[in-house]
T-cell receptor
Framework: GNSVTQMEGPVTLSEEAFLTINCTYT??????LFWYVQYPGEGLQLLLK?????DKGSNKGFEATYRKETTSFHLEKGSVQVSDSAVYFC?????????????FGTGTSLTVIP | KAGVTQTPRYLIKTRGQQVTLSCSPI?????VSWYQQTPGQGLQFLFE???????NKGNFPGRFSGRQFSNSRSEMNVSTLELGDSALYLC????????????FGEGSWLTVV
């Protein structure tokens, strides 16, 4: 079946530190991979996506590369800001199936301190 | 372009009651899916509707049901509420092709007392 495993949190970093949140997946077919971010009291917002192997998604300084050989989609940012404090979810949606069901990781809470 | 709109945002219900939540998708989107978010279980898929038909269903009891109207708006209903149904219920819409990005609303916070 399909599943996503992501790094346990919470993660606390100082401003301008480097961020990595690990994400690995299991899929029976050819998934698209996503990172969503959730700010307190809000729904999830798309952060970035990649639809095929070796694609790199990027947005707002965040990057993630679709690695088929390691079934991974790790999220990185070179210099975090206080405003990046949020919960980050890795997710997959598998192509070639009926429907558009997403599978989410458990979320990683990030707190950035000044 | 308006985003996904969910109503109500907050509600409190008593055990045994039922509740109906509403979702208006992004204009032009034909797929609406629902997720339950709780601290212990994370994001759990409830069901997906496309062109008024349920296309996928998660592993939830029959007390959880939904429907979609011809204008793509969707409702979900939970009957005989239990304390464990307290959660954030998120609606998401997309074009409907597998792999499409889904766009979430802000959610409906349900508290069962």
């Amino acid at each position: 079946g399909n599943s996503v495993t992501q790094m346990e949190g919470p993660v606390t970093l100082s401003e301008e530190a480097f961020l990595t949140i690990n994400c690995t997946y299991t899929a029976t077919g050819y998934p698209s991979l996503f990172w969503y971010v959730q700010y307190p009291g809000e729904g999830l917002q798309l952060l970035l996506k990649a639809t095929k192997a070796d694609d790199k998604g990027s947005n707002k300084g965040f990057e993630a590369t679709y690695r088929k050989e390691t079934t991974s989609f790790h999220l990185e940012k070179g210099s975090v800001q206080v405003s990046d404090s949020a919960v980050y979810f890795c997710a997959l949606s598998e192509m070639g199936t009926t429907g558009n069901q997403f599978y989410f990781g458990t979320g990683t809470s990030l707190t950035v301190i000044p | 372009k308006a985003g996904v709109t969910q109503t109500p945002r907050y509600l409190i219900k008593t055990r045994g009651q039922q509740v109906t939540l509403s979702c208006s998708p992004i204009s032009g989107h034909r797929s609406v899916s629902w997720y339950q978010q709780t601290p212990g279980q994370g994001l759990q898929f409830l069901f997906e509707y496309f062109s008024e038909t349920q296309r996928n269903k998660g592993n939830f009891p029959g007390r959880f049901s939904g429907r979609q109207f011809s204008n793509s708006r969707s409702e979900m209903n939970v009957s005989t509420l239990e304390l464990g149904d307290s959660a954030l219920y998120l609606c998401a819409s997309s074009g409907g092709t597998p792999g499409n990005t889904i766009y979430f609303g802000e959610g409906s916070w349900l508290t069962v007392v």
